[in-house]
């Protein structure tokens, strides 16, 4: 056995996790409690005359019958566990006070992973003749088990006081690892901290368990495994799963997961969201499902192992078992499971700096800059300061607040004050921060200069959050220890370049600062790069010092360096300090600051400590003053200060205000027709003063709205529905709208009695799940909230499960469904389905890019027995829901199903006629293109190629207007649709409002596009193409023939006709990449949306819709800007080549650029093989939904074929035999292949 013992030693659970999902065990306390033990099986002989009460103390079985826990390990081992967790969940000093057993807690622990070590060793005796027959000798592994105690170090003990705490940090971390000694002596080989409801005690549990390791010199694998509370997916002190994750990150674990609390079906699409996102293995360990009105679990094993099995085809788990209820048999089958599946494999995450509070925070390069809020430090606001002193805190705390709804990203606390005692103040403000979850969602920066304040306010903190800050002041030695206690503590850091000869304040000190502490951070500590924040010191300029004169030049330049030689620092800085020396002159300081930011972020500064209400927008700064400011930030002149402190006094004495005159001729008329002109025109200057004044004509306020507002709007729904009003000006009208509307609010809250307002109906609007293209639905929801109906908008992406459930508690008139994508024509039949299956009767109403009326009635409407409607454009919505709850509804019900039996029988007919070959025949009948004769032109770029950021300006010119009209449902060429007699003169407001918004888009950088494509070789092997990628791996591509019967000589088309033919060999697998004599171009542009720059949008649906428009155009125009320059420059195919934009928009080039989902491609999944090889996510940030959707929405992926005779066409209908084929070829089953292709079938 010595030599079995020795071979076992050398294999590691990271090893066995590479090649196989390993099983954990199950229920402890239910395997107990089948033994009905009594009060005397408890105590045993040794604890007979103990004063306290032992019944349910299960882990002092260990001392006293060591039998039973034995007993139950060898059972888990028998049904196939990998892994068994000894009895010590409560085996720790704080839990162990409740029955008087506090002195026992070290022999508790060693005695439990004792007898789990005793266990594997008589399993592996019994069981090693077996193994080693079969060649599957593997060790067997303890977990030593470490659970949440019963005190939680991050809500409050005390219902009056919010800041109290039952327990500390301090006292958890004693507790911990006193309890992992005794784990670690009895021969545990892993630990497991686990059922975590507060991140905060796992926190201390981990500082615990790596200041032992330390000690001791050893170190023994991690595991965390957290407690997920309810349906909403957050841990019960409101943390979500994303920053659960994030708050562990720091420690290098071996898993993480989820355990108790739910079932397996309700952790299903939690455990998908953390293997996504875990850098670590993954685990799980459900209940048995969820308990009956006993507290008692009835979840059968196979049912339980199904629901498992479940998340193994997915490839989500490493680590499996049970937690309550679960018992040998559901472990048996679940190992059972287990056997057939490979484990996770870890995904390669991008490494962005991570934060968390009850919400997680991650900084990515498309974040632009993440404001901290500066107004809870009492160093820089005097009121937050004497609300400190006065003890005021629960005042201090709206402070907070406001910069939360101030768009404050990270709150800085800062409590630094001679006559404060800070500690104190900092730990009773932030125990009263974490427990205001409207302010707590959001990561702390812990700022002082007082190393015992930082820490004090740590020990508080469940999140993530940033400690500001340490630096070289004092030595290398202080500075490292910091660091690794910071890090210890889960925290990032920021650092001052700042060191022992003093505060860098030079462009050169500055770098040499910042690469000696970079160099320190990463190399003696493996200090995280993402989470090293430097800050290059912010100085005042303009002191009237000319050595301070380039402070702030020196800043940008520093930043720029940082980030081009330091990979994944981030740079941070306190902005205010600026402006200091014009203190008084707030216009002069908020365009400083302005000016100062605008510069730095495009140098690459990542957040700042800053005042939004100390700041201009950047673009709206008076010209005259812009100059004069951009003078003294840049140091552009020597007399800039003077120049400056000369205008500010002016602003300040309130001299250079703008007169402006406007044709106001409207505001004579009566104040009803003048909100009927401002409803029409869409202007919402003075709406908010003309209800106020109409206000006074109505005995109720919500007369108001139902006449004169409504009837403007009414009004505005005619003329829509008429041809004679546009939908820009719907949407522009319906802001002006809810403005009345707010403005009407209290008055009609005031006014009702509780009574509530009526609306025409109450409707339902959802993006199905894998779709995330939301503008249709976006314009439905506002032209219907403009005819009185209540909206509710659940977004994008949303599941069938949310859409019934919440249709149902709303108790819904009307369910509308959107998509863009072919995928998700067959996620509306799933919702039609379900609401068969759950007898909902809610009329379904479906609109959308691909949907039509025929989907509806061949493919939706029978599997639903309620009414389907298909609504063809936003104009006509309102008229179906008036249709479908209005007198004659019954009768409109009717004719809408006649009408549809009446389009299916004449679709079956059709596909009964329609004329199909055989898939060989189609395949006889391809492109017949004669090689011989036909130069191949090699790319002068072969290599992946990524473009960060394209010229708005650029591609503004490559816009094709024609169907940014349509997106406003205004059809007509352009520019042809400006002579328009009916829709000319709307059109061209339309269009000059674009142009607005694309140079607001261009100047705020509200839209960043970016692009990756590579030409690779490739070579035709039937349908499929072959190609070799950036690494020189074989790679296919899958294509579908058009199967229609055709004319003599016109052939049936594939893409891959258009690729020269493999040669000398057919086989993929021994291809070589020399033998690909054609090339192939794939690429992938996004237009991504600048979310926190839209959020002054965020009231105004016009400019919303307006630049989501905008943005799709602007990816269209990116993909034919970057094709044209393939052609001609970066492929070089066409070099000659010299279009004028008409014919290059019409496609009159040499070459296409078909796009999966599209009619020569219409299977949506092959995006997925353009996503691999162009490394899109990766280099770009473009991802795929599970449907194939694009995210973002704004984004265009697809394929380069450069032959001149390649071209456009259909695929069209496929008949069964090349569905088949296509099947084998992708290695998909046929249901697959059917559900993907099903609109071609």
Same mark, same amino acid.
């Given at each position: 056995?010595?030599?079995?013992?020795?071979?076992?030693?050398?294999i590691?659970?990271?090893?066995?996790?590479?090649?196989?999902?390993?099983?954990?065990?199950?229920?402890?306390?239910?395997?107990?409690?089948?033994?009905?033990?009594?009060?005397?099986?408890?105590?045993?002989?040794?604890?007979?005359?103990?004063?306290?009460?032992?019944?349910?103390?299960?882990?002092?079985?260990?001392?006293?019958r060591?039998?039973?826990?034995?007993?139950?390990?060898?059972?888990?081992?028998?049904?196939?566990?990998?892994?068994?967790?000894t009895?010590?969940?409560?085996?720790?000093?704080?839990?162990?006070?409740?029955?008087?057993?506090?002195?026992?807690?070290?022999?508790?622990?060693?005695?439990?992973?004792?007898?789990?070590?005793?266990?594997?060793?008589?399993?592996?005796?019994?069981?090693?003749?077996?193994?080693?027959?079969?060649?599957?000798l593997?060790?067997?592994?303890?977990?030593?088990?470490?659970?949440?105690?019963?005190?939680?170090?991050?809500?409050?003990?005390?219902?009056?006081?919010?800041?109290?705490?039952?327990?500390?940090?301090?006292?958890?971390?004693?507790?911990?690892?006193?309890?992992?000694?005794?784990?670690?002596?009895?021969?545990?080989?892993?630990?497991l901290?686990e059922?975590?409801?507060?991140?905060?005690?796992?926190?201390?549990?981990?500082?615990?368990?790596d200041?032992?390791?330390? /000690? %001791?010199?050893?170190? +023994?694998?991690?595991?965390?495994?957290? &407690? =997920? *509370?309810?349906?909403?997916?957050?841990?019960?002190? #409101?943390?979500?799963?994303?920053?659960?994750?994030?708050?562990?990150?720091?420690?290098?674990?071996l898993?993480?997961?989820?355990?108790?609390?739910?079932?397996?079906?309700?952790?299903?699409?939690?455990?998908?969201?953390?293997?996504?996102?875990?850098?670590?293995?993954?685990?799980?360990?459900?209940?048995?499902?969820?308990?009956?009105?006993?507290?008692?679990?009835?979840?059968?094993?196979?049912?339980?192992?199904?629901?498992?099995?479940?998340?193994?085809?997915?490839?989500?788990?490493?680590?499996?078992?049970?937690?309550?209820?679960?018992?040998?048999?559901?472990?048996?089958?679940?190992?059972?499971?287990?056997?057939?599946?490979?484990?996770?494999?870890?995904?390669?995450? /991008? %490494?962005?700096?991570? +934060?968390?509070?009850?919400?997680?925070? &991650? =900084? *990515?390069?498309?974040?632009?800059?993440?404001?901290? #809020?500066?107004?809870?430090?009492?160093?820089?606001?005097?009121?937050?300061?004497?609300?400190?002193?006065?003890?005021?805190?629960?005042?201090?705390?709206a402070?907070?607040?406001?910069?939360?709804?101030?768009?404050?990203?990270i709150?800085?606390?800062?409590?630094?004050?001679?006559?404060?005692?800070?500690?104190?103040?900092?730990?009773?403000?932030?125990?009263?921060?974490?427990?205001?979850?409207?302010?707590?969602r959001?990561p702390?920066?812990?700022?002082?200069?007082?190393?015992?304040?930082?820490?004090?306010?740590?020990?508080?903190?469940?999140?993530?959050?940033?400690?500001?800050?340490?630096?070289?002041?004092?030595?290398?030695?202080?500075?490292?220890?910091?660091?690794?206690?910071?890090?210890?503590?889960?925290?990032?850091?920021?650092?001052?370049?700042?060191?022992?000869?003093?505060?860098?304040?030079?462009?050169?000190?500055?770098?040499?600062?910042?690469?000696?502490?970079?160099?320190?951070l990463?190399?003696?500590?493996?200090?995280?790069?993402?989470?090293?924040?430097f800050?290059?010191?912010?100085?005042?300029?303009?002191?009237?010092?000319?050595e301070?004169?380039?402070?702030?030049?020196?800043?940008?330049?520093?930043?720029?360096?940082?980030?081009?030689?330091?990979?994944?620092?981030?740079?941070?800085?306190?902005?205010?300090?600026?402006?200091?020396?014009?203190?008084?002159?707030?216009?002069?300081?908020e365009?400083m600051?302005?000016?100062?930011?605008?510069h730095?972020?495009?140098?690459?500064?990542?957040?700042?400590?800053?005042?939004?209400?100390?700041?201009?927008?950047?673009?709206?700064?008076?010209?005259?003053?812009?100059?004069?400011?951009?003078?003294?930030v840049l140091?552009?002149?020597?007399?800039?200060?003077?120049r400056?402190?000369?205008?500010?006094?002016?602003?300040?004495?309130?001299?250079?205000?703008?007169?402006?005159?406007?044709?106001?001729?409207?505001r004579?008329?009566?104040?009803?027709?003048?909100?009927?002109?401002?409803?029409?025109?869409?202007?919402?200057?003075?709406?908010?003063?003309?209800?106020?004044?109409?206000?006074?004509?109505?005995?109720?306020?919500?007369?108001?709205?139902?006449?004169?507002?409504?009837?403007?709007?009414?009004?505005?729904?005619?003329?829509?529905?008429?041809?004679?009003?546009?939908?820009?000006?719907?949407?522009?009208?319906?802001?002006?709208?809810?403005?009345?509307?707010?403005?009407?609010?209290?008055?009609?809250?005031?006014?009702?009695?509780?009574?509530?307002?009526?609306?025409?109906?109450?409707?339902?609007?959802?993006?199905?799940?894998?779709?995330?293209?939301?503008?249709?639905?976006?314009?439905?929801?506002?032209?219907?909230?403009?005819?009185?109906?209540?909206?509710?908008d659940?977004?994008?992406?949303?599941?069938?499960?949310?859409?019934?459930?919440?249709?149902?508690?709303?108790?819904?008139?009307?369910?509308?469904l959107?998509?863009?994508?072919?995928?998700?024509?067959?996620?509306?039949?799933?919702?039609?389905?379900?609401?068969?299956?759950?007898?909902?009767?809610?009329p379904?109403?479906?609109?959308?890019?691909?949907?039509?009326?025929?989907?509806?009635?061949?493919k939706?409407a029978?599997?639903?027995?309620?009414?389907?409607?298909?609504?063809?454009?936003?104009?006509?919505?309102?008229?179906?829901?008036?249709?479908?709850?209005?007198?004659?509804?019954?009768?409109?019900?009717?004719?809408?199903?006649r009408?549809?039996?009446?389009?299916?029988?004449?679709?079956?007919?059709?596909?009964?006629?329609?004329?199909?070959?055989?898939?060989?025949?189609?395949?006889?009948?391809?492109?017949?293109?004669?090689?011989?004769?036909?130069?191949?032109?090699?790319?002068?770029?072969?290599?992946?190629?990524?473009?960060?950021?394209?010229?708005?300006?650029?591609?503004?010119?490559?816009?094709?207007?024609?169907?940014?009209?349509?997106?406003?449902?205004?059809?007509?060429?352009?520019?042809?649709?400006?002579?328009?007699?009916?829709?000319?003169?709307?059109?061209?407001?339309?269009?000059?409002?674009?142009?607005?918004?694309?140079?607001?888009?261009?100047?705020?950088?509200?839209?960043?596009?970016?692009?990756?494509?590579?030409?690779?070789?490739?070579?035709?092997?039937?349908?499929?193409?072959?190609?070799?990628?950036?690494?020189?791996?074989?790679?296919?591509?899958?294509?579908?023939?058009?199967?229609?019967?055709?004319?003599?000589?016109?052939?049936?088309?594939?893409?891959?006709?258009?690729?020269?033919?493999?040669?000398?060999?057919?086989?993929?697998?021994?291809?070589?990449?020399?033998?690909?004599?054609?090339?192939?171009?794939?690429?992938?542009?996004?237009?991504?949306?600048?979310?926190s720059?839209?959020?002054?949008?965020?009231?105004?649906?016009?400019?919303?819709?307006?630049?989501?428009?905008?943005?799709?155009?602007?990816?269209?125009?990116?993909?034919?800007?970057?094709?044209?320059?393939?052609?001609?420059?970066?492929?070089?195919?066409?070099?000659?080549?010299?279009?004028?934009?008409?014919?290059?928009?019409?496609?009159?080039?040499?070459?296409?650029?078909?796009?999966?989902?599209y009619?020569?491609?219409?299977?949506?999944?092959?995006?997925?093989?353009?996503?691999?090889?162009?490394?899109?996510?990766?280099?770009?940030?473009?991802?795929?939904?599970?449907?194939?959707?694009?995210?973002?929405?704004?984004?265009?992926c697809?394929?380069?074929?450069?032959?001149?005779?390649?071209?456009?066409?259909?695929?069209?209908?496929?008949?069964?035999?090349?569905?088949?084929?296509?099947?084998?070829?992708?290695?998909?089953?046929?249901?697959?292949?059917?559900?993907?292709?099903?609109?071609?079938?």
């Amino acid at each position: 056995m010595k030599q079995r013992g020795e071979e076992l030693k050398i294999i590691t659970p990271e090893d066995l996790l590479k090649k196989r999902i390993l099983v954990l065990d199950g229920a402890m306390g239910t395997m107990i409690q089948r033994f009905k033990l009594t009060e005397t099986d408890y105590r045993g002989e040794r604890f007979k005359d103990h004063p306290m009460p032992q019944r349910g103390n299960n882990d002092l079985l260990s001392l006293t019958r060591g039998d039973i826990i034995k007993g139950i390990h060898l059972d888990y081992l028998n049904s196939g566990a990998d892994i068994i967790t000894t009895n010590s969940f409560n085996s720790n000093r704080i839990s162990m006070a409740d029955y008087g057993m506090e002195s026992l807690v070290y022999e508790l622990n060693f005695e439990s992973a004792s007898l789990a070590k005793a266990a594997v060793r008589e399993y592996e005796i019994l069981s090693s003749k077996d193994e080693a027959k079969s060649g599957s000798l593997e060790p067997h592994f303890v977990a030593g088990t470490l659970g949440p105690t019963n005190r939680t170090a991050s809500m409050s003990s005390d219902v009056n006081d919010p800041g109290a705490r039952a327990v500390s940090f301090d006292d958890l971390v004693d507790a911990y690892s006193e309890q992992a000694r005794g784990l670690i002596d009895g021969g545990a080989d892993i630990l497991l901290i686990e059922t975590i409801f507060d991140v905060l005690n796992a926190k201390a549990a981990l500082f615990a368990l790596d200041c032992l390791f330390e /000690e %001791r010199g050893q170190r +023994l694998p991690v595991m965390v495994s957290g &407690t =997920i *509370t309810d349906a909403s997916g957050r841990t019960l002190t #409101g943390q979500t799963l994303e920053a659960f994750l994030v708050s562990v990150s720091h420690y290098p674990l071996l898993s993480v997961g989820l355990n108790c609390a739910l079932g397996a079906e309700q952790l299903r699409p939690f455990v998908g969201e953390l293997s996504a996102k875990s850098p670590f293995f993954v685990s799980a360990h459900p209940n048995a499902g969820l308990p009956n009105q006993f507290g008692e679990y009835d979840q059968e094993a196979h049912y339980m192992a199904s629901v498992a099995e479940e998340f193994m085809e997915q490839g989500w788990i490493n680590i499996i078992g049970g937690c309550c209820g679960t018992t040998p048999s559901h472990i048996a089958k679940i190992a059972e499971a287990a056997r057939r599946h490979s484990p996770r494999v870890i995904p390669a995450l /991008e %490494r962005y700096t991570k +934060l968390s509070g009850l919400e997680a925070l &991650t =900084i *990515t390069p498309e974040t632009n800059f993440v404001n901290i #809020g500066e107004r809870t430090n009492v160093s820089g606001s005097k009121k937050f300061a004497r609300l400190i002193k006065e003890e005021r805190y629960s005042d201090a705390l709206a402070i907070a607040r406001d910069q939360v709804d101030g768009g404050a990203q990270i709150i800085d606390v800062c409590m630094d004050e001679a006559m404060l005692d800070s500690q104190k103040a900092m730990v009773r403000f932030v125990n009263l921060i974490m427990a205001e979850p409207d302010i707590s969602r959001l990561p702390l920066m812990i700022d002082s200069s007082k190393w015992e304040v930082i820490e004090s306010a740590l020990k508080c903190i469940q999140g993530k959050s940033v400690v500001n800050s340490i630096s070289l002041k004092e030595g290398e030695e202080v500075f490292l220890e910091r660091a690794k206690t910071i890090r210890r503590y889960g925290a990032a850091a920021v650092v001052m370049l700042f060191d022992e000869k003093g505060q860098a304040d030079t462009f050169a000190r500055r770098i040499e600062v910042a690469q000696r502490c970079y160099s320190l951070l990463t190399e003696k500590l493996n200090f995280l790069p993402e989470d090293i924040i430097f800050d290059p010191n912010v100085l005042a300029v303009a002191t009237g010092i000319e050595e301070h004169n380039n402070y702030a030049v020196d800043f940008i330049k520093t930043t720029s360096w940082i980030k081009q030689n330091l990979p994944y620092a981030k740079v941070s800085g306190g902005i205010s300090n600026l402006s200091f020396s014009f203190r008084g002159m707030d216009t002069v300081r908020e365009a400083m600051h302005s000016v100062f930011l605008y510069h730095a972020i495009k140098a690459g500064l990542d957040m700042g400590i800053v005042n939004p209400g100390m700041l201009q927008v950047y673009s709206e700064i008076p010209p005259d003053l812009l100059t004069l400011t951009e003078d003294v930030v840049l140091n552009r002149r020597k007399d800039a200060t003077d120049r400056l402190v000369a205008v500010g006094e002016n602003l300040a004495k309130g001299r250079g205000a703008l007169l402006i005159s406007k044709d106001l001729d409207w505001r004579k008329l009566p104040v009803k027709e003048r909100i009927k002109h401002a409803l029409i025109r869409g202007l919402d200057e003075f709406i908010e003063e003309d209800v106020e004044e109409a206000r006074s004509l109505y005995k109720r306020s919500i007369e108001l709205i139902e006449g004169p507002l409504m009837g403007g709007m009414n009004e505005v729904g005619d003329l829509f529905g008429s041809g004679k009003m546009f939908l820009p000006q719907v949407v522009k009208s319906a802001r002006v709208m809810k403005k009345a509307v707010t403005r009407l609010a209290p008055y009609i809250e005031l006014e009702s009695n509780g009574e509530e307002n009526k609306s025409a109906g109450k409707l339902l609007l959802a993006t199905v799940k894998g779709d995330v293209h939301d503008i249709g639905k976006n314009i439905v929801s506002v032209v219907l909230s403009c005819n009185n109906y209540k909206i509710i908008d659940l977004g994008v992406m949303v599941s069938a499960e949310k859409i019934i459930d919440t249709a149902i508690d709303e108790n819904v008139d009307f369910i509308g469904l959107s998509g863009l994508i072919t995928p998700s024509l067959e996620e509306m039949v799933h919702v039609a389905s379900e609401l068969e299956r759950r007898g909902v009767k809610i009329p379904l109403l479906v609109g959308g890019a691909t949907t039509s009326e025929i989907h509806a009635a061949v493919k939706i409407a029978p599997k639903y027995s309620c009414s389907v409607i298909h609504v063809k454009d936003a104009s006509k919505a309102a008229g179906v829901l008036s249709s479908l709850k209005g007198a004659n509804s019954l009768d409109y019900k009717s004719a809408i199903l006649r009408k549809y039996d009446s389009l299916r029988e004449v679709h079956n007919s059709a596909k009964e006629a329609r004329q199909l070959i055989s898939y060989e025949q189609a395949k006889r009948n391809s492109l017949k293109i004669n090689w011989s004769e036909t130069t191949l032109c090699p790319p002068a770029k072969r290599a992946l190629q990524q473009i960060d950021s394209v010229d708005l300006h650029t591609l503004i010119d490559y816009i094709d207007w024609t169907f940014f009209f349509f997106a406003w449902k205004m059809s007509g060429r352009y520019p042809a649709i400006f002579k328009d007699p009916v829709k000319g003169e709307e059109a061209k407001k339309l269009y000059e409002d674009a142009q607005i918004y694309l140079k607001e888009i261009a100047d705020k950088i509200l839209i960043t596009v970016k692009a990756v494509y590579g030409i690779f070789p490739a070579a035709s092997s039937g349908d499929d193409i072959i190609l070799a990628d950036d690494n020189q791996q074989i790679t296919k591509l899958h294509f579908l023939r058009n199967q229609e019967l055709k004319d003599k000589g016109i052939p049936n088309l594939s893409l891959a006709d258009f690729i020269k033919p493999i040669e000398e060999v057919s086989a993929s697998e021994n291809l070589e990449p020399p033998q690909l004599k054609d090339n192939i171009g794939a690429f992938v542009v996004s237009a991504i949306i600048d979310d926190s720059g839209m959020s002054i949008y965020k009231e105004d649906d016009y400019a919303t819709i307006m630049i989501r428009i905008l943005s799709d155009r602007l990816a269209e125009a990116s993909a034919e800007w970057l094709h044209e320059k393939i052609r001609k420059q970066f492929w070089g195919y066409a070099k000659e080549e010299n279009l004028p934009l008409e014919m290059m928009l019409s496609s009159k080039y040499q070459g296409i650029r078909p796009a999966p989902g599209y009619p020569a491609c219409p299977e949506h999944t092959e995006k997925q093989t353009i996503f691999d090889i162009l490394q899109a996510e990766k280099r770009i940030g473009v991802k795929l939904t599970e449907s194939y959707t694009m995210v973002p929405a704004a984004s265009v992926c697809g394929y380069i074929f450069s032959h001149p005779a390649s071209s456009y066409f259909n695929v069209g209908k496929i008949g069964d035999d090349q569905l088949r084929d296509y099947a084998a070829r992708k290695g998909i089953t046929l249901d697959e292949a059917t559900r993907w292709l099903a609109p071609n079938l």
